[in-house]
């Protein structure tokens, strides 16, 4: 139990780099949509957030891994149930969304991603003395196996893309066969165009899907009035910022008037870079920076290896997303359709980051603790 220390203990310096990158990410989306209540909403879902966040801290985290299947299987629950016509909401060609009302639309995937990280901290974070076993890593596979199947099942491929880190480095600090992870990488190496290739067959792969891939592999021969106009829009955005940001009317002619789409979710770096130019975009990735390794502190101080896991895990799936957001902005990765984190409007994701942080504080509290 946590005593008076604990607010001495309490990594402040976290909850506030999370609470500011929040805050600054609301001025974009207010810039970016002007107009419209989403940096209401955020600042709404900042209050809900924070108050999760220290419902997850101050209890044992312990508490909520050992009932983790319990999380687990509700979260599976929550993704067959979006699936439901009439229940789950379609945008964009994705089924993904749930109307809550009075709250709006809440993707279930996003708390899913925080609950697999449970499950999976919970069965490898046992007592150990030697290296992984191929049932181990196969029933780690069908962990994370059954979520992906479900949103793949929304076509929400972007989703699926940022669960594998959270199991690939799980089994890396789970001591896996240094063999294993040259096989995959080889393996993954190897049948990726054959995958690519298959999908085009099978139309698992859609004609739109593989426009945005084309627009990445030749982007001189990309049509930027059809599958190529979202990139080259937020190329446009992001090099109208310069060095320190564009002035107000310059810096919205993209976002505000519309040319830009999905300013205040998925292209919220490019609206970041117009308004803050390279300088904020700097200072943006340095404080995401200090966030990570203020996780990965907690994570080597963590009193056992559950908590280790569930820091890290959280880690892999943090650092994916902004890798794969900014990656889209740049017009260096396909879009699709990933936010950035504590600074894409979105309550569920917001929610679920910072129930996420709540558990890296937690561990970091108990550190001391038997």
């Given amino acids: 139990m946590i005593q008076k220390k604990g607010l001495r203990d309490f990594d402040w310096l976290l909850a506030l780099l999370a609470i500011g990158i929040v805050c600054f990410g609301t001025i974009q989306i207010r810039n970016a949509q002007p107009t419209e209540s989403y940096w209401i909403k955020q600042l709404i879902g900042l209050g809900i ?16 891994i050992n009932i983790a299947p319990a999380f687990y299987a509700f979260g599976l629950l929550l993704l067959i149930i ?78 699926v893309l940022t669960y594998f880190p959270i199991l690939a480095i799980v089994l890396f600090l789970s001591a896996i066969r240094i063999r294993y992870v040259v096989a995959a990488v080889a393996l993954s190496v190897l049948l990726l165009p054959a995958a690519y290739w298959v999908g085009v ?33 937020s190329i446009l955005t992001v090099g109208e910022g310069g060095l320190l940001g564009a002035d107000t009317s310059a810096a919205h002619s993209q976002s505000s008037l519309k040319f830009l789409p999905e300013p205040h979710t998925d292209f919220i770096f490019s609206v970041l870079a117009g308004n803050a130019g390279f300088v904020g ?26 908590g280790m896991l569930v820091i890290m895990a959280v880690v892999g799936g943090f650092t994916c997303q902004i890798f794969i957001n ?7 990765l396909p879009v699709i359709g990933v936010p950035l984190p504590l600074m894409s409007a979105g309550l569920a994701s917001l929610i679920a980051t910072f129930i996420a942080i709540g558990f890296a504080i937690s561990v970091q509290l108990r550190r001391f603790v038997n």
């Avoid at 957030?49 to 801290?57: D, I, P």
Wanted: aromatic residues 8%.
């Fill in 49 to 64: 957030a924070v108050v999760a966040m220290l419902l997850v801290a101050f209890n044992d985290y312990r508490k909520f």
């Fill in 82 to 159: 979006v699936l439901i016509p009439g229940i789950g909401l379609k945008i964009n060609g994705q089924r993904a969304w749930i109307k809550v009302p009075g709250i709006g639309q809440f993707q279930p995937s996003e708390f899913v991603k925080v609950t697999t990280a449970m499950m999976l901290a919970r069965y490898f974070g046992k007592h150990r003395t030697g290296v992984l076993t191929l049932k181990e890593m196969a029933i780690g596979g069908l962990i994370l196996a059954l979520p992906i199947f479900l949103i793949l099942l929304e076509h929400d491929v972007g989703q």
């Fill in 201 to 233: 067959k099978t139309h698992l792969i859609k004609n739109y899907q593989q426009e945005r891939i084309n627009v990445i592999l030749d982007p001189e021969k990309a049509d930027r009035r059809g599958f190529g106009y979202n990139t080259w829009q």
């Fill in 281 to 306: 975009c700097i200072l943006v990735l340095l404080a995401y920076a200090l966030l990570l390794s203020r996780m990965i502190a907690g994570a080597k101080r963590a009193p056992d290896r559950m």
């Fill in 326 to 332: 900014i990656g889209m902005a740049l017009g260096l």
